[in-house]
């Protein structure tokens, strides 16, 4: 059974920072792409951030870019979403999730193709 648990999130002022982190368990965590998500009050859960299993491709919506950073380091099985100069439409609940597919050397931001999501993590910015 693959479990992804989420922490860092918290409550920020605008133009602050925080690092997600997501520690993966019960496979192997470095054969897969990851990706994060974000669900706000009232709206659809949408695409954030992905990154290949290698590390070697990484895929932003728009709205991040340039902000937002997304790693992953294998030896311990966690991948990271840094974020900067936050505002306050980046409130959500920021999941990460685990592609269904292993060695892609792309990523994809489809929510179908991710199999596994951990709890969330709550991530507020007060302007």
């Known amino acids: 059974q693959v479990q992804l648990v989420e922490s860092g999130g918290g409550l920020v002022q605008a133009g602050g920072s925080l690092r997600l982190s997501c520690a993966a368990s019960?496979?192997?965590?470095?054969?897969?792409?990851m990706g994060w998500f974000r669900q706000a009050p009232g709206k659809a859960r949408e695409f954030v951030a992905a990154?290949?299993?290698?590390?070697?491709?990484?895929d932003y919506r728009e709205s991040v870019k340039g902000r937002f950073t997304i790693s992953r380091d294998n030896d311990k099985n966690t991948v990271y979403l840094q974020m900067n100069s936050l505002n306050a439409e980046d409130t959500a609940v920021y999941y990460c999730?685990?592609?269904?597919?292993?060695?892609?050397?792309?990523?994809?931001?489809?929510?179908?193709?991710?199999?596994?999501w951990g709890q969330g993590t709550q991530v507020t910015v007060s302007s």
């Open positions: 019960g496979r192997t965590f470095s054969n897969y792409a």
């Open positions: 990154i290949s299993w290698s590390g070697g491709s990484t």
């Open positions: 999730a685990a592609d269904r597919t292993p060695w892609l050397t792309f990523t994809r931001q489809g929510q179908s193709a991710y199999g596994y």
